[in-house]
């Protein structure tokens, strides 16, 4: 495929739009790598659906469905199957994320890989298999197997090839050294296989029943080069702040989220008929999202004021972006636009 074309049409799920989230930061790494690589730049933010504006604040949040958008269009432009594994050698030379520099303030690899799945989270937001860390490391006789416990809506395959890439490069970097034993891998074998050989350096094996790295185990006493104390306190305390700002993964709060954008079309919002398909009562469900510190119709007016842009940005008519978020009219739709924005919707488009 040509540079400058994309074959994939990605759709946005906006059902699961409020739940994972990835941090913008890492987005805009991978908007600006895929445009080094040749892909060009208005028609990956088009194709993908981002508005380049969201992508200014590193700090901010992104849907996980846009990244997704972004890591399968940005691959048809750039003619590049293995984009996952090439972005993720060159992360930490971007200087992209808050993660990769509180990890990096740690002395040995083990602290910094438990400060990764401290805060985790900032970088990309999902839940996992069992509920526990992202990354979760298991000690056997063959070695330090250190497995992607997160469960990626759609199942792409991109964010574990650019994490574990990222890790392996990383700790070559610093040490010269070769941890890997073997790596595997979920997905099915791709054609550019050979890829995945020359990064890892070791046996790869698909179609298994895990994403996960077997390494020596003496990974976790790898030495870092950490900065001052001072600069990794400040670069914590910082995380720390971002990190209460994320809801709880299994909030009420996101199970109310979820279920008002499953009902908007219909109409049928109210905080009695969220409650009853989230099998509790209206008091009860009142009562769980004061102790999160939010109402029903604060997250409501959240969730139609989001998608209202999303919705604007991609080229949807301002008539059926109000049907879709369950407005009875145009008008309607327009004044609640103007109170949440100060500006008319069209100005939107």
Not at 13 to 34: I, P
Not at 55 to 83: I, K, N
Not at 158 to 170: D, N, P, Y
Not at 174 to 189: I, K, P, Q, S
């Amino acid at each position: 495929m040509a540079a400058g074309t994309a074959s994939v049409t990605f759709r946005i799920n906006h059902a699961r739009a409020a739940t994972n989230s990835v941090s913008a930061g890492m987005a805009k790494g991978l908007l600006e790598f895929a445009v080094h690589r040749g892909a060009d730049r208005a028609a990956l933010l088009a194709a993908s659906g981002f508005d380049a504006a969201a992508l200014e604040h590193e700090d901010g949040r992104v849907t996980f469905s846009q990244y997704g958008a972004l890591y399968a269009v940005a691959e048809g432009l750039c003619a590049d199957p293995a984009l996952a594994l090439h972005f993720g050698e060159v992360m930490e030379a971007m200087d992209l994320l808050l993660v990769c520099h509180v990890g990096s303030a740690r002395a040995t690899m083990g602290e910094a890989f438990a400060a990764i799945n401290r805060y985790g989270r900032l970088s990309v937001d999902v839940e996992t298999a069992d509920g526990g860390d992202p990354f979760q490391a298991e000690r056997s006789p063959e070695g330090l197997w250190v497995v992607d416990a997160s469960v990626y809506p759609g199942g792409i395959p991109q964010l574990t090839e650019t994490s574990f890439t990222r890790l392996i490069a990383g700790t070559r970097q610093l040490t010269g050294r070769e941890f890997v034993r073997a790596v595997h891998f979920v997905r099915a074998e791709p054609a550019h296989r050979d890829e995945y050989e020359r990064i890892f350096r070791a046996p790869i094996l698909f179609g298994q029943r895990r994403n996960a790295m077997l390494l020596d185990p003496d990974w976790f006493s790898v030495p870092l080069q950490a900065p001052s104390p001072y600069a990794g306190g400040v670069l914590e305390a910082h995380a720390s702040r971002l990190l209460e700002d994320l809801p709880p993964l299994r909030s009420r709060r996101r199970a109310v989220e979820d279920a008002v954008r499953s009902r908007l079309a219909s109409g049928a919002v109210t905080m009695a008929v969220v409650a009853r398909q989230l099998g509790t009562s209206r008091q009860t469900l009142y009562r769980q999202l004061k102790q999160e510190g939010t109402t029903f119709e604060r997250l409501l007016d959240r969730v139609r004021r989001d998608d209202a842009t999303h919705l604007l940005r991609q080229g949807t008519s301002v008539a059926d972006t109000a049907h879709q978020l369950g407005f009875s009219d145009r008008s309607a739709f327009s004044r609640a636009f103007k109170r949440w924005t100060g500006r008319s919707p069209r100005s939107e488009r």
